[in-house]
């Protein structure tokens, strides 16, 4: 089943001569419960495709479809609405509110949309991250590896149709990257969340059951990943 579809999208910068075509008639499907690395050099375009997908910003043409949704045919208020309730961001710098704890940080988008919390899957969600004992803590009194589980965990909270990570463990040491990447295949795995994460490390792309690779703004391949990384 389809939760995303992607036709001929493009984005352009400037004009005439100085007319840069960041991604150029891009296409492709993803299914529910897929996990998606985009991998490519730094200028390939994959960044400006996972901000248009988690519709940061808008193609110069094109069609962003999720689960149904035709996402850039929406107003902005429902453009907003769809930012909070369909997808989960998480970057590479976290972007926490320093004057809030962990549990404060992961529940802000749900309470935003004035909704209620789910306590029980909050307190799931905690075990899993393994931030049981940090609770109570503000960002600045945890670890870069404890503060990107805290944004995972934030990603979570709403139950988004699909999770974008931008470059994840890009601000992280090896041993946090490999927690990070484990607790994304959990999501997975556990919750048949869908992923799709940006990343210029092939061995991270490994992780994923699906590699799509982007250079000068065209996808030049997407394969299922056979690695034994993704077992």
């Given at each position: 089943m389809k939760i995303l579809e992607v036709k001929n999208l493009c984005k352009n910068y400037g004009k005439g001569d100085t007319l840069v075509k960041a991604l150029d008639n891009v296409s492709f499907e993803v299914g529910v419960g897929e996990f998606v690395a985009i991998v490519g050099a730094s200028g390939s375009g994959k960044?400006?495709?996972?901000?248009?997908?988690?519709?940061?910003?808008r193609p110069t043409s094109g069609t962003v479809i999720v689960n149904g949704t035709d996402v850039f045919k929406q107003n902005d208020n429902d453009l907003a609405i769809f930012r909070r309730r369909k997808v989960g961001l998480i970057y590479q710098f976290?972007?926490?509110?320093?004057?809030?704890?962990?549990?404060?940080?992961?529940?802000?988008?749900v309470l935003l949309d004035g909704k209620k919390v789910?306590?029980?899957?909050?307190?799931?969600?905690i075990d899993i991250l393994g931030l049981t004992k940090r609770v109570s803590h503000l960002p600045n009194e945890l670890s870069g590896g404890q503060q990107q589980r805290?944004?995972?965990?934030?990603?979570?909270?709403?139950r988004p149709d699909i999770i974008l990570a931008d470059e994840p463990t890009g601000n992280l040491d090896s041993k946090s990257s490999k927690e990070i990447i484990d607790l994304l295949k959990l999501s997975n795995t556990k919750y048949n969340q869908t992923i799709i994460m940006i990343t210029?490390?092939?061995?991270?792309?490994?992780?994923?059951?699906?590699?799509?690779?982007?250079?000068?703004g065209?996808?030049?391949?997407?394969?299922?990943?056979?690695d034994e990384n993704t077992k």
């Open positions: 960044s400006t495709l996972l901000h248009i997908l988690g519709a940061v910003d976290y972007n926490l509110i320093p004057i809030l704890n962990v549990s404060e940080n992961m529940t802000l988008p789910d306590k029980e899957y909050l307190n799931e969600l805290v944004s995972i965990g934030r990603a979570l909270m709403a210029h490390d092939i061995n991270l792309a490994k992780c994923a059951n699906r590699i799509i690779t982007i250079n000068d065209k996808i030049i391949s997407d394969e299922a990943n056979k």
